[in-house]
């Protein structure tokens, strides 16, 4: 099923959470474990703008729909940002401006180069690039969404489950833009499958890598991701990108859980 781009920009809402009662947490807060998971979660939401901002210097600029679905997608993820940083300042966590403003600068010049490499890669590769682009994108949201999905599970707090799964629905839309755009753009094209898995084989790494410390994305991805039925949902993940055209045996996900010692 083609993936509709006007209806997904016309019924783009901000993530609400006025409805639910989310005082709650003032007597009844999440435990550190799960802040430390939610602090790391609204930092990549917060940090999607660069993101952004790397690719809009690339090839992707050019295709009308990628254009449209990330000026939409970027405002999604800075609103789930938004709520996530509202649960934070519940437990008397403050997520400021200037604060992801200095996170951003300790990246340093690899940050600031960013757009200048991602603009001469895409134009190096050419218009394949978009395919590359949107695999890349399609498992970051499929980690995305199984860790919202996961978070609700793990945390039976009634506030912050709905509000996450809300997240989560989200984040499955935009898998559905990616994964159908990847399979587009990927198929019959023995070029474009070759380019992104070796992209994904040699350079992908998990959601949030390049925001935060190894240690944090270590207890992340085994908070989430540790035992049976965390494994289970990486898996889910390695199984829908085996399915995309050319990828067949890649298991990135599960790779990366394995690289960091996190037990199934």
């Not at 996450?164 to 994964?179: G, T």
């Amino acid at each position: 099923m083609a993936f509709d781009i006007d209806r997904f920009a016309r019924d783009s809402v901000r993530v609400g959470w006025e409805d639910l009662d989310l005082e709650v947490f003032r007597t009844d807060p999440l435990p550190p474990e799960s802040l430390r998971t939610l602090r790391y979660m609204c930092d990549v939401e917060y940090h999607t703008v660069c993101y952004l901002r790397d690719m809009l210097v690339t090839r992707s600029r050019r295709e009308t729909e990628v254009n449209a679905f990330m000026t939409m997608w970027n405002r999604e993820e800075f609103w789930h940002g938004e709520a996530l940083a509202h649960v934070l300042s519940l437990h008397g966590i403050t997520v400021s401006y200037d604060e992801l403003k200095a996170k951003r600068v300790k990246l340093g010049w690899k940050d600031r180069l960013a757009p200048l490499k991602q603009s001469v890669l895409s134009n190096l590769v050419g218009k394949d690039f978009v395919a590359v682009h949107m695999i890349w994108g399609a498992v970051n949201e499929w980690s995305a969404s199984a860790a919202y999905k996961r978070l609700a599970v793990l945390e039976g707090h009634p506030g912050l489950a709905v509000l996450v799964r809300r997240i989560a629905a989200q984040e499955a839309r935009h898998v559905a833009f990616y994964a159908t755009q990847a399979r587009t753009r990927l198929t019959d094209n023995a070029r474009a499958q070759k380019l992104a898995r070796l992209a994904l084989s040699t350079a992908w790494r998990p959601v949030g890598s390049g925001i935060a410390s190894d240690d944090e994305v270590t207890h992340v991805m085994g908070h989430l991701f540790g035992g049976a039925a965390g494994r289970k949902e990486i898996d889910a993940i390695d199984r829908h990108i085996s399915k995309l055209p050319g990828m067949d045996g890649l298991t990135i996900v599960g790779d990366a859980l394995d690289a960091r010692g996190i037990a199934a």
